[in-house]
């Protein structure tokens, strides 16, 4: 959000630090609103529709085009694979129910890692193993079984991740359009996540995933609990459709082409 706000990217951080920077925080909006007022011909360029909103609500840009462009992704390289198979690359027997969890750090406290660790509170499945990636310290959690593999910096690798999970629990506080959620339903694996940002706009009941109802690790253990029991009514090819569908690079550039073209014009 930081183009239309002031010196932060996220709501949550620019609440949180109003008392030591809320005056410089407005003078930076105020600054880029006045410049923004000598620009004549502009398109803005949003992923999702929560975030072309908020464009809008800003008022910062008042005289320029808006527009929804999804972000896209390597359907070649980010794929449905054999899941027994990889379960077993990680040691992982094929009658467990894999968790799949992925951050920059688990320290971020918007990626809601502790949201994670909190529903798990809730849950009794011993049959359940917490696949993790990203930096950071793992607590021990009792009763389920952890794999962290840390940082990965390979997408050939993190496409396996994604391939050999039952679900990708996405439990962030803020986010627009996370890449990782459209790799995930390339890969034919859905997502429970919050009714957030474009995380909200893509997952369908059934379909793509489970929202859970708020913001809250018991909320987000239920929605867990919901998309393992039913589990089998979310197809691989359906979800991958879904994402072809919604995120192709054709598409994509197909959209740009016509923002470009229009300027041309």
Same mark, same amino acid.
């Given at each position: ?51 072309? =909103? ?19 992704? *390597? ?6 694979? *054999? ?28 990626? +809601? ?11 009794? #499945? ?49 986010? #627009? ?20 940002? +474009? ?6 009941? #059934? ?9 809250? +690790? ?9 998309? =393992? ?16 569908? #919604? ?17 041309? +014009?």
């Amino acid at each position: 959000m930081n183009p239309f706000r002031g010196i932060f990217h996220y709501l949550n951080d620019e609440f949180n630090n109003q008392n030591v920077a809320s005056s410089f925080d407005a003078k930076i909006q105020q600054i880029k609103k006045a410049s923004f007022q000598n620009i004549k011909r502009c398109t803005i360029v949003s992923p999702s529709k929560w975030m072309l =909103q908020e464009v809008v609500n800003s008022n910062v840009f008042p005289n320029f085009f808006k527009i929804e462009i999804p972000n896209a992704i *390597d359907f070649d390289l980010f794929k449905i694979q *054999d899941k027994v198979l990889l379960k077993k690359k990680y040691a992982i027997n094929a009658d467990e129910f894999v968790i799949l969890f992925v951050s920059e750090s688990i320290d971020i406290k918007r990626k +809601g890692f502790d949201l994670l660790l909190e529903s798990l509170s809730f849950m009794k #499945n011993k049959k359940t193993t917490i696949l993790m990636i990203g930096k950071g310290d793992v607590p021990e959690i009792t009763g389920f079984k952890i794999i962290s593999l840390g940082e990965i910096n390979s997408n050939v690798e993190m496409a396996a991740c994604f391939a050999l999970a039952d679900v990708f629990v996405l439990p962030s506080r803020e986010d #627009n359009l996370p890449n990782v959620m459209l790799e995930s339903f390339a890969c034919g694996t859905p997502i429970v996540g919050f009714k957030i940002g +474009g995380v909200a706009e893509h997952t369908v009941r #059934n379909v793509t995933g489970v929202l859970a109802n708020d913001l809250t +690790g018991f909320a987000l253990s239920q929605a867990i609990i919901e998309l =393992q029991n039913s589990v089998n009514e979310y197809h691989k090819e359906t979800i991958r459709a879904y994402a072809k569908n #919604n995120f192709g690079l054709k598409k994509q550039a197909d959209s740009y082409y016509k923002v470009y073209h229009s300027f041309l +014009g």
